[in-house]
């Protein structure tokens, strides 16, 4: 027996392109990780007839079903009363979950429009989930064969109802198996130069499972076990990945379930080593990600976007002759860049990158996708430059972003 999840992401807003979506994939995270399979997900709008066949085809298939938003309390706002639909019977009123939102609001000196009432509301046999970070309580009912649980859709609010009360739940529920993830990070080859290497382990049904996603230029190996433990689930992992390591060779940069911004702050934390950058092409998109990662700035310094020749000049102190000589786009421009920026905030490593991201702007001796990177550190500077293809400029620059992870990552702690 498997313990069958699915997760559902309700709201008009999400099938119109007005907001993404980023709720299930920490959902599909979570509840693996306990050793549910998450075997769908599902967008569907606020319109009930829609709403009503989504969640009644998904409890009929699935034991948990896990649904994000409709909650709110305006009349758009329709999961309870679907539920209520498919369940048969009349919305009840809750009296507790009343006086919480009323105290949420009252307490934030906010109004208390009646309105708010109908987040109160729960389908017939429902149990109400507490929301200590908000108006939309949350509820749990048996529909059909699976347990739905209904918990807001904003994420804040989402990981709370999911930690506090959700996962504790689904972890007593028979039929979980312990899985275990390994990713092998790759820059260089294509995805089908890639999948050719490593095609035998990528066979259906195999256990662990082998697959490629790929993402601006990057490449993720993902090693997914199942076990009767997650040690074993881990041990079936690693064998794996260690028949892979050799098939890679060069290609294969970092491993790790993290993200590559925290594992990038991770390695400098464990180097003691601050950081610097020094950024054109990019436009600051290595700095953002960096500082998405919480207790970045215990090891990122700062720094500074020089789109043009003047800010090169003026901010990193990149000499007017380098520039004349040799143009933005080239290793010695990367390498002053990299310098300056050392210099201006006392990091022990700067980073830069200098390009053309397209779609204008290239020549045929710097063709659009021709990205030069410099790392300076006390051992002294180094500059490449990568010919990125021309796949449009988000790809350029967030491949470059990818080569600025991997130089990082490539320095010993």
């Given at each position: 027996?498997?313990?069958?999840?699915?997760?559902?992401?309700?709201?008009?807003?999400?099938?119109?392109?007005?907001?993404?979506?980023?709720?299930?994939?920490?959902?599909?995270?979570?509840?693996?990780?306990?050793?549910?399979?998450?075997?769908?997900?599902?967008?569907?709008?606020?319109?009930?007839?829609?709403?009503?066949?989504?969640?009644?085809?998904?409890?009929?298939?699935?034991?948990?079903?896990?649904?994000?938003?409709?909650?709110?309390?305006?009349?758009?706002?329709?999961?309870?009363?679907?539920?209520?639909?498919?369940?048969?019977?009349?919305?009840?009123?809750?009296?507790?979950?009343?006086?919480?939102?009323?105290?949420?609001?009252?307490?934030?000196?906010?109004?208390?429009?009646?309105?708010?009432?109908?987040?109160?509301?729960?389908?017939?046999?429902?149990?109400?989930?507490?929301?200590?970070?908000?108006?939309?309580?949350?509820?749990?009912?048996?529909?059909?064969?699976?347990?739905?649980?209904?918990?807001?859709?904003?994420?804040?609010?989402?990981?709370?109802?999911?930690?506090?009360?959700?996962?504790?739940?689904?972890?007593?529920?028979?039929?979980?198996?312990?899985?275990?993830?390994?990713?092998?990070?790759?820059?260089?080859?294509?995805?089908?130069?890639?999948?050719?290497?490593?095609?035998?382990?990528?066979?259906?049904?195999?256990?662990?499972?082998?697959?490629?996603?790929?993402?601006?230029?990057?490449?993720?190996?993902?090693?997914?076990?199942?076990?009767?433990?997650?040690?074993?689930?881990?041990?079936?992992?690693?064998?794996?990945?260690?028949?892979?390591?050799?098939?890679?060779?060069?290609?294969?940069?970092?491993?790790?379930?993290?993200?590559?911004?925290?594992?990038?702050?991770?390695?400098?934390?464990?180097?003691?080593?601050?950081?610097?950058?020094?950024?054109?092409?990019?436009?600051?998109?290595?700095?953002?990600?960096?500082?998405?990662?919480?207790?970045?700035?215990?090891?990122?310094?700062g720094g500074v976007v020089a789109y043009a020749d003047e800010?090169?000049?003026?901010?990193?102190?990149?000499?007017?002759?380098?520039?004349?000589?040799?143009?933005?786009?080239?290793?010695?421009?990367?390498?002053?860049?990299?310098?300056?920026?050392?210099?201006?905030?006392?990091?022990?490593?700067?980073?830069?990158?200098?390009?053309?991201?397209?779609?204008?702007?290239?020549?045929?001796?710097?063709?659009?996708?021709?990205?030069?990177?410099?790392?300076?550190?006390?051992?002294?500077?180094?500059?490449?430059?990568?010919?990125?293809?021309?796949?449009?400029?988000?790809?350029?620059?967030?491949?470059?972003?990818?080569?600025?992870?991997?130089?990082?990552?490539?320095?010993?702690?």
């Amino acid at each position: 027996m498997t313990l069958v999840a699915e997760i559902l992401a309700i709201g008009d807003e999400l099938v119109h392109g007005a907001l993404l979506d980023t709720n299930s994939k920490w959902l599909a995270g979570e509840l693996e990780a306990m050793g549910a399979v998450v075997q769908r997900f599902v967008v569907v709008s606020d319109d009930p007839v829609e709403l009503r066949a989504v969640i009644a085809d998904s409890c009929a298939r699935a034991d948990v079903v896990v649904a994000t938003g409709g909650l709110g309390p305006t009349l758009d706002d329709r999961t309870r009363d679907v539920v209520a639909d498919v369940l048969g019977g009349p919305l009840w009123f809750h009296e507790e979950s009343w006086a919480q939102v009323q105290q949420w609001l009252q307490g934030r000196r906010r109004p208390v429009p009646e309105s708010n009432r109908r987040q109160a509301m729960l389908p017939p046999g429902a149990v109400p989930i507490a929301n200590p970070v908000g108006t939309a309580p949350g509820f749990q009912v048996k529909i059909g064969k699976a347990w739905f649980f209904a918990v807001p859709g904003v994420p804040r609010e989402m990981k709370v109802l999911m930690r506090d009360h959700v996962l504790g739940v689904v972890a007593k529920m028979p039929g979980l198996r312990p899985m275990a993830q390994l990713w092998l990070r790759v820059l260089g080859p294509s995805e089908a130069l890639l999948g050719e290497r490593i095609e035998k382990f990528m066979v259906p049904h195999r256990n662990p499972a082998v697959g490629i996603t790929a993402s601006g230029g990057l490449l993720t190996i993902r090693i997914v076990a199942s076990a009767q433990t997650r040690e074993q689930a881990a041990g079936l992992c690693e064998t794996t990945a260690a028949e892979l390591r050799p098939l890679l060779g060069d290609w294969l940069f970092c491993e790790g379930t993290v993200e590559l911004p925290e594992a990038v702050v991770q390695r400098l934390k464990a180097a003691g080593c601050t950081l610097a950058l020094a950024e054109s092409c990019t436009g600051g998109l290595a700095a953002a990600r960096l500082v998405d990662v919480p207790g970045a700035s215990a090891v990122f310094r700062g720094g500074v976007v020089a789109y043009a020749d003047e800010s090169k000049e003026d901010l990193l102190g990149v000499p007017r002759a380098v520039l004349q000589q040799h143009g933005a786009v080239s290793e010695p421009v990367a390498a002053a860049m990299a310098e300056g920026a050392r210099a201006r905030f006392g990091a022990d490593v700067a980073l830069s990158t200098t390009g053309v991201a397209g779609p204008d702007g290239g020549t045929a001796q710097k063709p659009v996708g021709m990205v030069c990177f410099a790392l300076a550190s006390a051992d002294g500077t180094r500059a490449w430059t990568l010919r990125i293809p021309d796949l449009g400029r988000a790809f350029v620059r967030d491949r470059a972003v990818f080569e600025v992870w991997r130089a990082l990552l490539a320095r010993s702690p």
